[in-house]
């Protein structure tokens, strides 16, 4: 499975997110490229205690769900829900200077991997109690699934 803790995968999403440009398009749903930025970078900062989006209990959250989400989908349906903390059009940030945001959302990616197997991530917003090693799949997953929207 792929991760955000092997170097060569995070190589790889970074190059993918180095095309975006701030006048992308998605393929479908409303986020802007702007608004992706901090949409990707949000729930690594939830991950690492440095922004809060409180787990929502839901069908993610359970044991089945978690799976199928995580392991037994290999990509995620179009337009799935988002947490209201890391939708811009609720309560999530919106992008503010692009290549700031996009600077960010890499040094971010970069201060996660850093991270010591064994850390012990916050909750995730959907899914709850995660591994290290679930939290590096699901962050890898979470990127490709907006590289793709984006058509990168």
Not at 36 to 65: N, Q, V, W
Request: aromatic share 12%.
């Amino acid at each position: 499975m792929a991760t955000l803790f092997d170097p060569q995968q995070r190589a790889h999403q970074i190059d993918r997110l180095k095309k975006l440009s701030p006048d992308a398009k998605p393929a479908s749903g409303q986020l802007t490229a702007p608004d992706l930025l901090p949409h990707l970078t949000d729930p690594i900062l939830t991950a690492m205690g440095e922004y809060d989006a409180p787990p929502k209990k839901s069908f993610l959250s359970t044991r089945f769900g978690r799976w199928l989400l995580i392991y037994g989908m290999k990509q995620w349906p179009k337009s799935p829900p988002t947490h209201p903390r890391y939708h811009p059009g609720i309560e999530g940030r919106k992008g503010t200077d692009f290549e700031k945001d996009k600077t960010a959302l890499f040094e971010t990616i970069e201060r996660f991997a850093s991270m010591p197997p064994g850390t012990q991530f916050k909750e995730h917003s959907a899914f709850g109690k995660i591994s290290y090693k679930t939290w590096g799949f699901v962050m890898n997953k979470h990127i490709d699934h907006h590289c793709r929207q984006f058509g990168l």
